[in-house]
Nanobody
Framework: QLQLVESGGGLVQPGGSLRLSCAASGFTLEYYAIGWFRQAPGKEREGVSCSSGSGGSANYSDSVKGRFTISRDNAKNTVYLQMNSLKPEDTAVYYC???????????????WGQGTLVTVSS
């Protein structure tokens, strides 16, 4: 059974850090681009970061650049999103997505996980 399972969300104070995990089963993440998206309450889903297949390159939205880092552990078939200097506006459900390429097709045609909630609040 193909699955992407996100974990690591929770409640954190502003300025704190969290590391989200995206673990795959039934397929090998190494051969896919993996993106992180988020959806805040009442807002549209937006792209946060994407790591190209085999981890050759990564990109970030302007809102998280310099604070978030995407990485891979191929031995664990897992992709991570390290989130530092968190702000209340980072509060959202975070989803990981697998697709052959980073880009617009990922949102429409990618394989999505179920999401994990991140709440940044004092």
């Amino acid at each position: 059974q193909l699955q992407l399972v996100e974990s690591g969300g929770g409640l954190v104070q502003p300025g704190g850090s969290l590391r989200l995990s995206c673990a795959a089963s039934g397929f090998t993440l190494e051969y896919y681009a993996i993106g992180w998206f988020r959806q805040a309450p009442g807002k549209e889903r937006e792209g946060v970061s994407c790591s190209s297949g085999s981890g050759g390159s990564a990109n970030y939205s302007d809102s998280v650049k310099g604070r978030f880092t995407i990485s891979r552990d191929n031995a664990k078939n897992t992709v991570y999103l390290q989130m530092n200097s968190l702000k209340p506006e980072d509060t959202a459900v975070y989803y990981c997505v697998a697709d052959p390429l980073c880009g617009t097709t990922m949102f429409k045609f990618g394989f999505w996980g179920q999401g994990t909630l991140v709440t940044v609040s004092s």
